[in-house]
T-cell receptor
Framework: GAGVSQSPSNKVTEKGKDVELRCDPI?????LYWYRQSLGQGLEFLIY????????KSGLPSDRFSAERTGGSVSTLTIQRTQQEDSAVYLC?????????????????FGAGTRLSVL | AQSVSQHNHHVILSEAASLELGCNYS??????LFWYVQYPGQHLQLLLK??????LVKGIKGFEAEFIKSKFSFNLRKPSVQWSDTAEYFC?????????????????FGQGTTLQVKP
């Protein structure tokens, strides 16, 4: 597609429910990232995919958070047993390059985000 | 851990005033540096980037930034702001780790600066 697409744009859920957030990256982009934007915490990295594997999951805040990517394209971020502190805007970004030592080009293109509200 | 600090959280300017937003990072190795902008109701967009070479980089809409390695800084400037520059501005760093390890490309963001330009 023309840009990174995320769905839903807004999600309201009750505490304790599971939610799934979807990201459709720019066609051909091999790298995919999830970030979280919340009041007081700013923009935080969550997880990085290269193809279908996730070599860096260091930003996932707890084991309630998981993500997968299939076909080197669409990614789903799942939050189990949601808590009020999970309320935030979840952003997805994609990039055309794989990252190795010495690589210098890593422009990330962001989607509009999913605003998650946990009541 | 790497961190990025933006000194100004909220800036209010009149049209035609000059702008400088500060950004400092804490990492002694090789970095890629970015400024992203988020206009009201829109997604994050790349304003400009520094990978290597000339430390003075020019971006879209008349913005520029200067990388000063000795000061670990990447300040954003614009000689004359317009009302349409009202937005939130984020500085971001991608740090290259030790030789032999992969660079995931993940971005560490500053807290953001809200710029309000009065007509």
């Amino acid at each position: 597609g023309a840009g990174v697409s995320q769905s839903p744009s807004n999600k309201v859920t009750e505490k304790g429910k599971d939610v799934e957030l979807r990201c459709d990256p720019i066609s051909g982009h091999t790298a995919l990232y999830w970030y979280r934007q919340s009041l007081g915490q700013g923009l935080e990295f969550l997880i990085y995919f290269q193809g279908n594997s996730a070599p860096d999951k260091s930003g996932l805040p707890s084991d309630r958070f998981s993500a997968e990517r299939t076909g080197g394209s669409v990614s789903t971020l799942t939050i189990q047993r949601t808590q009020q502190e999970d309320s935030a805007v979840y952003l997805c970004a994609s990039s055309p390059r794989s990252y190795r030592w010495g690589a210098t080009d890593n422009i990330q293109y962001f989607g509009a985000g999913t605003r998650l509200s946990v009541l | 851990a790497q961190s990025v600090s933006q000194h100004n959280h909220h800036v209010i300017l009149s049209e035609a005033a000059s702008l400088e937003l500060g950004c400092n990072y804490s990492y002694g190795g090789t970095v890629n540096l970015f400024w992203y902008v988020q206009y009201p109701g829109q997604h994050l967009q790349l304003l400009l980037k520094y990978f290597s070479g000339d430390p003075l980089v020019k971006g879209i809409k008349g913005f520029e930034a200067e990388f000063i390695k000795s000061k670990f800084s990447f300040n954003l400037r614009k000689p004359s702001v317009q009302w349409s520059d009202t937005a939130e501005y984020f500085c971001a760093v991608n740090a290259f780790y030790d030789f032999g390890s992969s660079n995931t490309g993940k971005l560490i963001f500053g807290q953001g600066t809200t710029l309000q330009v009065k007509p």
